[in-house]
């Protein structure tokens, strides 16, 4: 049962792991700019009950761990997949724990009250930022990658 599962849930993964990254790429080029043109639309976004973000991206956070979790351990024994199922999750693991501090140093700019350096700021915020979907990306061609590697078949038939 675990090696025939092995390969659908490497796919689910890796969907998922697409979903978070093309979302994220989308965000980065049209939704962060527009939030963090103003202090005013930053507020606005932060305190806005239909926009909120957390709704999202912590459950797909989580599908993917979970996904990536058991990727590792049904690919365990396949060194093909290991190696790259185990870069993905430690780089993915990197990718949540900064996600984390930019998440709250947005909460940080509404108290700047200089507005050019209110700008300089968000500025350099983003530019920081764009790593995360970047090292997301590389993450699901490793995982594409590891799919294309042939999955173990169980030896109870002999």
Excluded at 15 to 26: F, R
Excluded at 42 to 66: D, R, V, Y
Excluded at 93 to 100: A, E, H, M
Aim: glycine share 6%; proline share 4%.
């Amino acid at each position: 049962m675990k090696t025939k599962l092995a390969t659908p849930i490497l796919i689910v993964c890796a969907l998922l792991l697409a979903i978070g990254n093309g979302t994220g790429v989308y965000e980065h080029l049209f939704g962060l700019p527009k939030m963090l043109s103003t202090v005013t639309s930053l507020n606005e976004t932060i305190h806005s009950t239909t926009s909120q973000p957390q709704k999202f991206w912590i459950p797909l956070h989580a599908m993917i761990f979970i996904t990536l979790i058991l990727s590792m351990v049904m690919n365990w024994k396949n060194e093909g997949r290991k190696k790259l199922i185990l870069t993905v999750f430690i780089s993915y693991l990197y990718i949540s724990i900064v996600s984390i501090v930019f998440a709250k140093m947005l909460f940080t700019f509404p108290d700047i009250t200089d507005a050019g350096e209110f700008a300089k700021q968000t500025h350099r915020w983003i530019l920081l930022s764009w790593h995360r979907p970047l090292i997301g990306l590389a993450g699901a061609i490793l995982l594409m990658i590891a799919i294309s590697r042939p999955a173990l078949t169980s030896s109870k038939s002999s």
